[in-house]
Every structure is written in structure tokens, then in C-alpha cells.
């Protein structure tokens, strides 16, 4: 069955204190990667999209790499505007369309 | 430009009574899907669309359950008889086309079955 599992749960950090999140992913076979950032009471707001293995993208603080069987979100000095849930979802290259199956999230708390 | 949009934001309604959620995607995107977000859960996808046909339904949960799309816009998520286990976020996004692009997402509709 294809899955995609997110960790930590929850993640609190300080502003400043570096980290990551972790998504792993075990799928037929996988078309995309993508990373969403989900404020409270929003829906869900890209943030990238990875494709291979080695691929790395950044924007602002936020870097994603992606291996074959997980991709990390690397947040460099986060802000406490940084604070959201982040989610991963795996596009599989069978079925048509698109569709996302979606990990359960790491809800990110920074704090001054 | 405008994002997706979806209508209402929030509905409280009694098990048994039908609804009806709306969806209005990104100008000129052909892609439509429809997801719901329970509690504590991740995002389940229920059903796609490309144009105004649906080639896949297979995450709709039950008969209940049913969507259409008109013009190449507008999506209608209706579920009949709702079932207090409907109380969720139910979130629809677009996407320019179906293969690799991106979906937006509007900010879902926050059902509750009482």
C-alpha cells in the first residue's frame, strides 16, 4: 500500500535553532514530491515540488531534498512567521490525474 | 490574480440533511480535485477532474457521495444523508493540467454534522 509517513508529529523550536523534517515515502513509484505549508484554518500553500532523487530547491529559509525513499525540509533560522503545519505528498506515476496522497504533517511551533 | 475559491466556509447541518459544497478553481486551470481533511488525519483525496469528465472517483467514500463539474469551472461536492463521520475540512484545488503541475488550494470548507 502506498504511504506516506511524516515526523516528528510536532516540532518546537526556538527562533534561530535550525532543524528538519523528515518524510518518508514507500510508493509504487513515485512521480513527484511535494512540500505544502498549512496555516491554520487555510488551505494548504505550495512550497515545492521535487522530482528526483538529488534534487534540492530552496526559498527563503526552507530547503528540500529528496533521496529515494524520504526528502527533508531544512528550516534555517526560523522566524516565528515560520510557525504553520508543513506537509509532504507523494504523486504516483500510476493512475491518471494527479493525485496527492498526503502525509499526516509536522505542525511547527517557533518561538522567540 | 484570484485564487480558489469555496463556498461557504463553514456549515454546520443535522444527520440526515444533504449538502452541497462548492468550488470555484483558478481561471483556465482544467484539473479540479477534491480532498477532505479530518481531524488529526492527512489529506484524502476523493475525486478528480479533468474538464467536466471524472476519470477517478475511487477516493469518494460511498454512494453518498458525489461531485460535478460544469463549463470547465464550477465543481459541486453534494453528499446526501449525512452521517456525523462527514464532520471534516473538505479542500478543493486546481491545476493547469493534470500530469506534474502544481495544485492550489482554496481554504476548504469546514463541515459539521451534529
Known amino acids: 500500500e502506498d504511504q506516506v509517513t511524516q515526523s516528528p508529529e510536532a516540532l518546537r523550536l526556538q527562533e534561530g535553532e535550525s532543524s528538519s523534517l523528515n518524510c518518508s515515502y514507500t510508493?509504487?513509484?513515485?512521480?513527484?514530491l511535494f512540500w505544502y505549508r498549512q496555516d491554520p484554518g487555510k488551505g494548504p500553500e505550495f512550497l515545492f515540488t521535487l522530482y528526483s532523487a538529488g534534487e534540492e530547491k530552496e526559498k527563503e529559509r526552507l530547503k528540500a531534498t529528496l533521496t529515494k525513499k524520504e526528502s527533508f525540509l531544512h528550516i534555517t533560522a526560523p522566524k516565528p512567521e515560520d510557525s504553520a503545519t508543513y506537509l509532504c505528498?507523494?504523486?504516483?506515476?500510476?493512475?491518471?490525474?494527479?493525485?496527492?496522497?498526503f502525509g499526516t504533517g509536522t505542525q511547527l511551533k517557533v518561538e522567540l | 490574480g484570484a485564487g480558489v475559491s469555496q463556498s461557504p466556509s463553514n456549515k454546520v447541518t443535522e444527520k440526515g440533511k444533504d449538502v452541497e459544497l462548492r468550488c470555484d478553481p483558478i481561471?483556465?486551470?482544467?484539473?479540479l480535485y477534491w480532498y477532505r481533511q479530518r481531524l488529526g488525519q492527512g489529506l484524502e483525496f476523493l475525486i478528480y477532474?479533468?474538464?467536466?469528465?471524472?476519470?477517478?472517483k475511487s477516493g469518494l467514500p460511498s454512494d453518498r457521495f458525489s461531485a460535478e463539474r460544469t463549463g470547465e469551472s464550477v465543481s459541486t461536492l453534494t453528499i446526501q444523508r449525512t452521517q456525523q463521520e462527514d464532520s471534516a475540512v473538505y479542500l478543493c484545488a486546481s491545476s493547469q493540467l493534470t500530469s506534474t503541475d502544481t495544485q492550489y488550494f482554496g481554504p476548504g470548507t469546514r463541515l459539521t454534522v451534529l
Open positions: 477532474f479533468q474538464g467536466n469528465s471524472a476519470p477517478d
Open positions: 510508493v509504487s513509484g513515485l512521480r513527484g
Open positions: 505528498a507523494a504523486s504516483l506515476l500510476t493512475g491518471g490525474g494527479n493525485k496527492l496522497t
Open positions: 481561471s483556465g486551470h482544467t484539473a
